[in-house]
């Protein structure tokens, strides 16, 4: 099993990189009514972030293997999603 360490280290990389996405989106912008979209993505990842740090950091788990794998699925999945929604910006 991959250490609590290392999922949080997941967590932050993979939504900090769609962050990035977006401010990197933003600057290549011309009209600055298309930035507030972005702005909505990066609110989403960062709730996502907070969300997914709680969970890590819950104690009163029964299973914890499958509770971190669960996280772990949980992490890609939402991470896809906003990838896709940057995509379609």
Same mark, same amino acid.
Request: charged share 45%.
């Given at each position: 099993m991959a250490s609590v360490k290392n999922l949080k280290k997941d967590i932050n990389y993979v939504l900090s990189d769609i962050i990035e996405e977006c401010y990197m989106w933003q600057m290549l912008q011309d009209d600055p009514k298309n930035v507030d $979209? +972005? %702005? $909505? /993505? /990066? =609110? %989403? +990842? /960062? +709730?996502?972030? =907070?969300e997914l740090i709680v969970k890590v950091n819950n104690k009163d788990v029964d299973d914890k293997k499958a509770h971190f794998k669960a996280l772990k699925s949980e992490l890609q999945t939402k991470g896809e999603t906003l990838l896709a929604k940057i995509e379609k910006l």
């Open positions: $979209k +972005a %702005e $909505k /993505i /990066i =609110d %989403e +990842a /960062i +709730a996502t972030f =907070d």
